[in-house]
């Protein structure tokens, strides 16, 4: 039992003493072999590759290895140097080359050309003089230069945080620091390798960081990530030198690592979070009331105003949603400072604000309406790294400070599309579609290749006659389930198109109508609400309807407010601002609430923002609805 007992003490004392050796980095620079690095630290290759297998693969440039110290000397060391004493002239001779001179005198090459700077370009010539350097040896005492250098950990700072910082993996971390522990502690000094500044990176919360597992390549990320090498390397200039290493640290966009369509998540209610930021939130509002134009004087001229203005009335109606969401806000207990500036929907206007107002205190802006607008102040604000959140603009250039909270319409069409795909299996497509509406039956050919096409009537010129025969119908149509997409802005080719649908439902034959393109075509008066109810239209949507379940309360506030039941316009001024500013009070800014809150919901709008792997933020987030006994509802996926 003693012999056991030594034994086992003699393996823990070993076991310390392995886990408590020291190490030191060593950044590979060009043309370095495993052998002259091995030589230099006094071990051998194979101490080196038990460290980082990867080196054995091969040794890339700039990557950083992990050198055992136990053999390393720490002492001062003498290094031998030259010093120039002076010049020894000499005649050349026929034949004398610049190889057989610095043989001649033990210089070098190098060091005769230096002192003749015209035998950079031109030979030797018989019969000239040139200075041979003459050089006596100079023993210098060095000391070694620290590879590795202390570092106090910050707050919430993990693992993978400094191993990013410092160009390493989590691994060599802990190698460096085999006591860090498991979880490192605020205040916590361990050691990092001895980088310049300037070589220390830094983490950009709005982006989201991606550890290379083994065997992994450009081909396998690309895959999982949606990512070309090319994006990698420019997110992550390491890599053009050091390329692909197992247990790296990539920063990629918040998207990129999404494997499961945020559709299948369900919305988080952020008025339900412990508030984690309680400062006063300054919030700005630009809106284009143009209230220079309104006759203030009379009630009847400002009533005509805001009937014929839709700049004027638009912006009233965001303006009054916004306001019962402050009143909101402030019941939940957010302190908040607003300022309201009327854009006048000029652009000297805004930048007159912009350079006499301070922006550097305000946490997000919200608007202008106009997209030109809306750019002039994106661009402004850019490098102050202000949050800019565009109500109602689409197609605008997302700067990296631009939240663009309207769906753009792939969003819509891709949503619409990817349902379908789910339902294919069981039921024929048919599409139905005019000449203007070509591109997006190609599309949606490509997309479902055994669908039916049915193009509208032409007449004797080729234009369309906004119509299709019941023969037409019947030849696209089969027996069971039919999905048919109707794509047009006719509102004669919809009433035609629905009317002879309807008819053809039966016991044998259901069809479900849906297009990727709601336009007002649809909402016609030739059009029956009936017939569309009862063929289920489907179609993507920003928005819900108000009249959902849920949304009462905000009715119900705003009536007593106003005196009237909310426009469109006015519910999305109350959820987008509710979405920004609880946003705000939830995440230590707009910017990482990407990455903590996925998808969030009000009354008819749901946001969850993705990042441009270039560029700024954009919602992704649509509902899918349907007519419904002439009602329009949510689609239960």
Avoid: C
Avoid at 326 to 346: A, H
């Amino acid at each position: 039992m003693k012999k056991l007992l030594v034994v086992l003490l003699l393996a823990l004392t070993w076991s310390y003493a392995v886990q408590a050796q020291d190490y030191k980095t060593h950044k590979v620079k060009k043309g370095e072999t495993i052998e002259e690095i091995a030589s230099r630290y006094l071990v051998t290759p194979y101490d080196i590759y038990t460290l980082n297998p990867d080196a054995k693969k091969e040794l890339r440039v700039g990557s950083v290895l992990i050198i055992p110290q136990t053999k390393v000397e720490t002492a001062e060391k003498a290094v031998v140097t030259k010093e120039l004493i002076g010049f020894k002239e000499h005649k050349v001779k026929r034949k004398e080359t610049l190889f057989s001179l610095a043989k001649e005198y033990g210089v070098e090459e190098a060091d005769i050309k230096k002192h003749n700077p015209h035998l950079y370009s031109e030979s030797l010539q018989k019969g000239e003089t040139i200075k041979i350097p003459k050089y006596k040896k100079v023993i210098k005492i060095e000391k070694p230069e620290s590879t590795t250098i202390s570092y106090t950990v910050l707050p919430k700072e993990g693992k993978w945080r400094i191993a990013y910082k410092f160009g390493i993996t989590v691994n060599e971390l802990e190698a460096l620091n085999p006591a860090m522990g498991d979880v490192l502690q605020e205040g916590q000094i361990i050691k990092v390798p001895n980088k310049g500044t300037h070589e220390i990176k830094q983490i950009d919360e709005r982006y989201s960081y991606y550890t290379v597992l083994p065997k992994e390549g450009f081909y396998r990320l690309k895959l999982k990530l949606g990512l070309e090498q090319e994006e990698l390397e420019t997110l992550n200039p390491e890599l053009k030198d050091g390329g692909l290493k197992e247990g790296m640290i990539l920063k990629v966009p918040y998207s990129a690592i999404v494997e499961t369509s945020q559709e299948e998540s369900q919305a988080v209610s952020l008025e339900n979070r412990m508030f984690s930021n309680n400062t006063t939130k300054h919030l700005v509002v630009m809106l284009p009331f143009r209230l220079n134009r309104v006759d203030a004087d009379s009630i009847e001229d400002a009533k005509k105003q805001i009937l014929f203005d839709p700049y004027l009335r638009n912006s009233l109606d965001f303006h009054s949603g916004i306001l019962v969401a402050l009143d909101s806000l402030q019941q939940l207990g957010i302190s908040l400072k607003v300022d309201v500036y009327d854009t006048r929907g000029e652009k000297s206007y805004i930048s007159t604000a912009l350079h006499t107002h301070d922006f550097n205190t305000v946490d997000a802006v919200i608007g202008p309406l106009l997209n030109d607008n809306f750019q002039l102040v994106a661009s402004e604000l850019k490098e102050a790294n202000v949050p800019v959140i565009s109500p109602t603009g689409k197609g605008i250039q997302l700067y990296d400070n631009v939240f663009q909270s309207l769906p753009e319409n792939d969003v819509l069409r891709n949503k619409l599309i990817n349902y379908v795909k789910t339902k294919k299996d069981s039921a024929h497509i048919v599409i139905v579609a005019d000449s203007k509406s070509t591109a997006v039956r190609d599309m949606l050919k490509k997309e479902f290749p055994a669908a039916s096409l049915i193009n509208s009537r032409k007449g004797k010129s080729g234009n369309d006659l906004n119509y299709v025969t019941i023969a037409d119908i019947e030849g696209g149509l089969r027996q069971g389930n039919n999905i048919v997409f109707l794509e047009t802005e006719s509102a004669g080719l919809v009433s035609n198109v629905t009317s002879i649908l309807n008819s053809k439902i039966n016991k044998d034959t259901q069809i479900v109508l849906m297009t990727t393109n709601m336009n007002d075509a649809f909402k016609d008066d030739a059009v029956s609400n009936h017939d569309l109810s009862n063929l289920q239209l489907h179609f993507a949507s920003v928005g819900r309807s108000n009249s959902e379940e849920g949304s009462n309360g905000f009715v119900d506030r705003y009536k007593r407010k106003y005196g009237d039941i909310p426009t469109k316009m006015a519910t999305r001024g109350f959820d987008l601002t509710m979405d920004t500013v609880l946003r705000l009070v939830t995440s230590s800014s707009l910017y990482t609430s990407v990455k903590d809150d996925e998808l969030t919901e009000y009354v008819e709008n749901k946001f969850s923002y993705k990042k441009k792997l270039f560029g700024g933020y954009y919602n992704d987030s649509v509902y899918l609805v349907q007519y419904n006994n002439l009602r329009i509802v949510e689609v239960q996926d």
